[in-house]
């Protein structure tokens, strides 16, 4: 069973604060970084504000740490006698985060060290982010199910189940799901920040 919003907050939030400790950083030097005021960063710590996919990336990107991490499972370590671990993902180890209306499945195995994957459920209505965003490598995607609106650069494009698009490092992009449906996608990565 999926754990409630407010739960998975709490679990991202605290992930980040770790991360934040663990390097002996200050809220406001993090929160600087991030631009984001002091009290916003310590509310998304505690779990009490869900952050954007922008902010997340933002607060990632101030500490220097792979935004992956905040949806891997795989800080505890996986049982050793578990045949394929490095090779497979089985659908009962991919745990769902869910953001602003976007549920996340990692679905990269444990022994893919440059490539990062994730099956997105973007609900109806669903937005990236209203401001374009700048990819750091390169990035492939495949409607699996419902429809998208992906923008890159100047361009527009319509996307339906069994389309598949993809772009280089350098790109500015943002899609949105402006339809009554869900839409269901696999996205792959070339790096392994993926926020």
């Given amino acids: 069973m999926d754990a409630p919003a407010h739960e998975q907050d709490v679990v991202i939030g ?5 991360m934040r400790k663990a390097q002996d950083l200050r ?3 993090v ?3 991030a631009g984001l005021s002091v009290s916003m960063l310590s509310q998304i710590e505690r779990g009490i504000s869900s952050p954007s996919i922008r902010v997340l990336r933002n607060i990632c990107h101030a500490l220097g740490v792979d935004g992956a991490a905040l949806f891997d499972e795989r800080n505890a370590p996986a049982p050793q006698d578990v045949a394929g671990a490095d090779f497979v993902v089985r659908l009962a180890d ?8 976007v549920t996340k499945y990692r679905v990269t195995p444990a022994g893919c060290s440059v490539m990062e994957g994730f099956l997105m459920e973007i609900g109806a209505g669903a937005v990236s982010d209203v401001n374009f965003v700048l990819q750091t490598g390169d990035k492939i995607g ?9 923008f890159v650069d100047d361009q527009e494009m319509l996307l339906e189940a069994g389309d598949i698009y993809g772009f280089p490092s350098g790109h500015r992009y943002r ?3 402006g ?5 269901t996608i696999l996205v792959i990565n070339s790096n392994h920040f993926y926020v």
């Fill in 31 to 33: 929160a600087e970084q």
């Fill in 27 to 29: 809220l406001k030097h």
């Fill in 179 to 183: 339809w009554e449906s869900p839409t």
């Fill in 142 to 150: 495949y409607v699996v199910r419902g429809k998208l609106r992906l």
């Fill in 14 to 18: 605290g992930r980040l604060r770790a």
């Fill in 175 to 177: 899609w949105e799901n």
């Fill in 94 to 101: 991919r745990k769902p985060v869910s953001v602003g209306g």
